[in-house]
């Protein structure tokens, strides 16, 4: 641009200076020939009047000798015409005498007005001369015009020297200009520069710069207005950083799935969540087509069906991308701001995963179905004894006591089903505790094994208890840490054949304390092994009954590890036996 302007600049200086020489010379040429004509008019009056002298004194006029006698004093060709045309007599061209001069321009002139006045090249000597013819006086018998004619040679030197002085003049004042001119463009370029610079680092994103220009003119107010300007859209940028930055927070943090998209089926906004249940890759994004990515069918007839009828509308949609995964799947028309003037339509999608709420009243309804039949049993039971015995009141005393004795075992039975039930509700309710107690727990394993003797002994099993005797540990509540082992060691005892071992370990690692409860029972299916802390699941549902087992106490124990912030896991294998393996931190 410094270039362009510095060209430009020179070429209007050159064409202004040119322009400017050529007024001059013109102004000087039209002084030059006004002032000549007009000594020309005032010398050819003083001949007309000398003329007009010698008639009144009645001298004999002889006009080649008052020709070359004036011409002489004026320094100008003097010549006398007759109104005709015809040269009475010329001061310096006797060949003249035999032309007219009629078709003269300043003959013709004179004529009409008080002078005429013209300027030729003469044909006899080849210069350009100025005429002047005054109107034609009376002597004697003619009119008289006298004509007097100045060679403008010197005017022609004149312009010359004029021209040249005026050329150098031109190249002197644009040397000069040149100069002054590269000193004001750096003046004019330099806050130009500054603001072009700092407008690149701005398209850049670095709104940090400012313009520092103090011209006090309209450079520092556009410099000051630029800044301003900066500054609001770096604010305005700040802002909207800010309110995308929280839009994509909460986006992130929204665990439902949610995407809106536009009447085309292009991705307005979506979120990770959407992504994840969808199986879409992750360069995926907004202006990306919806319709040709995901291919499950339902769906895609939902949104078509909320597009078509413009109302909110929600179904159940089971995603085989997602593992047959159960979605509420929500779809509602967006409701553009009145003050935006468009027709454009769009839905926005909700997809909320349902498939563990589908498992729990799955659950809740197989447990009011188990709760039911396990009451079933032995309520059946005991009526049918109770019968059996109305009917047969009087007969032997060892049958009715037999009766009553599996009467007894089967209320047995419902008190521990309902104290289990009892037990699992309230640790459904997860209520922490917050105060750690602090238990041995060779103490606690010892005890319990002291209490399980009798029914291990039963069936001649063998428990190897392998602990350190001064293993202390915190745990949220000493009756639950109890009651976990209760329900495990019993349950290996009840499922280790006459003559097996069951082996309790307990140990730290890294800061985390497992016990290990192995047996060499009957063992656990793999198929099986993923369900048995569900509540009522048995493996062998005869056999679980013909021990007394009520269904819940696995799932009691896995409520009781999360209730002490630990896991449970299982390894097992048929017929060669099981180990249930607890982790809880440790504290100290």
Request: hydrophobic share 40%; glycine share 4%; charged share 25%.
């Given at each position: 641009m410094?270039?362009?302007?510095f060209?430009?600049?020179?070429?209007?200086?050159?064409?202004g200076?040119?322009?400017?020489g050529?007024?001059?010379?013109?102004?000087?040429?039209?002084f030059?020939?006004?002032?000549?004509?007009?000594?020309?008019?005032?010398?050819?009056?003083?001949?007309?009047?000398?003329?007009?002298?010698?008639?009144?004194?009645?001298?004999?006029?002889?006009?080649?000798?008052?020709?070359?006698?004036?011409?002489?004093?004026?320094?100008?060709?003097?010549?006398?015409?007759?109104?005709?045309?015809?040269?009475?007599?010329?001061?310096?061209?006797?060949?003249?005498?035999?032309?007219?001069?009629?078709?003269?321009?300043?003959?013709?002139?004179?004529?009409?007005?008080?002078?005429?006045t013209?300027?030729?090249?003469?044909?006899?000597s080849?210069e350009?001369?100025?005429?002047v013819?005054?109107?034609?006086?009376?002597?004697?018998?003619?009119?008289?015009?006298v004509?007097?004619?100045?060679?403008?040679?010197?005017?022609?030197?004149?312009?010359?020297?004029?021209?040249?002085?005026?050329?150098?003049?031109?190249?002197?004042?644009v040397?000069?200009?040149?100069?002054?001119?590269?000193?004001?463009l750096d003046?004019?370029?330099?806050?130009?520069?500054?603001l072009?610079?700092?407008?690149?680092?701005?398209?850049?994103?670095?709104?940090?710069?400012?313009?520092?220009?103090?011209?006090?003119?309209?450079?520092?107010?556009?410099?000051?207005s630029?800044?301003?300007?900066?500054?609001?859209?770096?604010?305005?940028?700040?802002?909207?950083?800010?309110k995308?930055?929280q839009?994509?927070?909460?986006?992130n943090?929204?665990?439902?799935?949610?995407v809106?998209?536009?009447?085309n089926?292009?991705?307005?906004?979506?979120?990770?969540?959407?992504?994840?249940?969808?199986?879409?890759?992750?360069?995926?994004?907004?202006?990306?087509?919806?319709?040709?990515?995901?291919?499950e069918?339902?769906?895609?007839?939902?949104?078509?069906?909320?597009?078509?009828?413009?109302?909110?509308?929600?179904?159940?949609?089971?995603?085989?991308?997602?593992?047959d995964r159960?979605?509420?799947?929500?779809?509602?028309?967006?409701?553009?701001?009145?003050?935006?003037?468009?027709?454009?339509k769009g839905?926005?999608?909700?997809?909320?995963?349902?498939?563990?709420?589908?498992?729990?009243?799955?659950?809740?309804s197989?447990?009011?179905?188990?709760?039911?039949?396990?009451?079933?049993?032995?309520?059946?039971?005991?009526?049918?004894?109770?019968e059996?015995?109305?009917?047969?009141?009087?007969?032997?005393?060892?049958?009715?006591?037999?009766?009553?004795?599996?009467?007894?075992?089967?209320v047995?039975?419902?008190k521990?089903?309902?104290?289990?039930?009892?037990?699992?509700?309230?640790?459904?309710k997860?209520?922490?505790?917050d105060q750690?107690?602090?238990?041995?727990?060779?103490?606690?394993?010892?005890?319990?094994?002291?209490?399980?003797?009798?029914?291990?002994?039963?069936?001649?099993?063998?428990?190897?208890?392998?602990?350190?005797?001064?293993?202390?540990l915190?745990?949220?509540?000493?009756?639950?840490?109890?009651?976990?082992?209760?329900?495990?060691?019993?349950?290996?005892?009840?499922?280790?054949?006459?003559g097996?071992?069951?082996?309790?370990?307990?140990?730290?690692?890294?800061?985390?304390?497992?016990?290990?409860?192995?047996?060499?029972?009957?063992?656990?299916?793999?198929?099986?092994?993923?369900?048995?802390?569900?509540?009522?699941?048995?493996?062998?549902?005869?056999?679980?009954?013909?021990?007394?087992?009520?269904?819940?106490?696995?799932?009691?124990v896995?409520?009781?590890v999360?209730?002490?912030?630990?896991?449970?896991?299982?390894?097992s294998e048929?017929?060669?036996?099981?180990?249930?393996?607890?982790?809880?931190?440790?504290?100290?």
């Amino acid at each position: 641009m410094r270039r362009k302007l510095f060209t430009t600049y020179i070429i209007l200086l050159i064409i202004g200076s040119l322009i400017t020489g050529a007024l001059c010379l013109s102004f000087v040429r039209t002084f030059y020939i006004k002032n000549l004509q007009d000594k020309l008019i005032s010398n050819g009056k003083l001949i007309s009047n000398n003329l007009l002298n010698l008639v009144d004194k009645k001298d004999k006029v002889d006009y080649l000798l008052l020709a070359q006698r004036f011409s002489s004093q004026v320094d100008a060709e003097i010549t006398f015409l007759d109104d005709k045309g015809n040269v009475l007599a010329d001061s310096k061209n006797n060949k003249l005498i035999s032309e007219n001069q009629m078709d003269k321009l300043e003959v013709q002139n004179c004529l009409r007005n008080k002078f005429g006045t013209s300027d030729r090249y003469d044909k006899f000597s080849g210069e350009k001369i100025l005429y002047v013819a005054l109107s034609p006086v009376k002597v004697y018998e003619n009119r008289v015009i006298v004509r007097l004619g100045v060679s403008l040679n010197g005017f022609d030197n004149l312009n010359k020297v004029f021209l040249s002085c005026t050329l150098i003049s031109i190249l002197v004042g644009v040397l000069v200009a040149m100069v002054v001119g590269c000193f004001f463009l750096d003046n004019i370029m330099n806050p130009i520069q500054k603001l072009n610079n700092v407008a690149k680092k701005i398209s850049r994103g670095n709104f940090n710069h400012k313009v520092k220009i103090r011209t006090r003119d309209e450079l520092q107010e556009l410099a000051d207005s630029f800044n301003h300007m900066s500054f609001s859209i770096s604010n305005m940028i700040s802002q909207l950083d800010y309110k995308n930055s929280q839009l994509n927070s909460i986006l992130n943090s929204i665990t439902h799935g949610m995407v809106a998209i536009d009447s085309n089926w292009n991705i307005i906004l979506l979120n990770p969540a959407v992504r994840r249940i969808l199986n879409l890759h992750k360069g995926l994004g907004m202006g990306d087509n919806l319709r040709t990515i995901i291919e499950e069918q339902e769906l895609c007839n939902l949104i078509k069906e909320t597009f078509n009828d413009n109302i909110h509308k929600e179904r159940e949609v089971k995603l085989t991308c997602n593992n047959d995964r159960i979605f509420k799947v929500y779809t509602n028309p967006i409701d553009y701001d009145t003050k935006v003037q468009t027709d454009e339509k769009g839905i926005i999608v909700i997809l909320q995963d349902i498939t563990e709420v589908k498992h729990l009243e799955r659950m809740r309804s197989e447990f009011v179905a188990n709760v039911s039949h396990e009451l079933k049993t032995p309520l059946t039971t005991i009526m049918g004894f109770v019968e059996t015995i109305k009917r047969k009141a009087g007969e032997d005393a060892e049958k009715r006591r037999r009766f009553l004795d599996i009467i007894t075992e089967e209320v047995e039975r419902l008190k521990r089903l309902i104290e289990d039930i009892l037990l699992l509700s309230h640790l459904e309710k997860s209520s922490s505790l917050d105060q750690l107690e602090e238990i041995n727990i060779y103490k606690e394993l010892d005890t319990i094994l002291y209490m399980l003797t009798p029914s291990a002994g039963k069936k001649d099993i063998c428990i190897d208890l392998s602990i350190k005797r001064n293993f202390t540990l915190y745990v949220r509540s000493r009756n639950l840490f109890k009651q976990m082992i209760i329900n495990l060691i019993d349950n290996a005892i009840k499922y280790t054949q006459s003559g097996g071992n069951v082996r309790v370990l307990a140990y730290i690692k890294e800061e985390i304390v497992f016990i290990s409860i192995r047996d060499t029972g009957i063992g656990i299916p793999k198929e099986d092994a993923a369900r048995v802390f569900e509540r009522f699941y048995r493996v062998d549902k005869s056999r679980s009954r013909n021990q007394g087992g009520t269904g819940l106490g696995l799932a009691i124990v896995k409520h009781i590890v999360s209730e002490l912030d630990g896991t449970i896991s299982l390894n097992s294998e048929i017929n060669k036996g099981s180990e249930f393996i607890i982790q809880l931190p440790y504290r100290k």
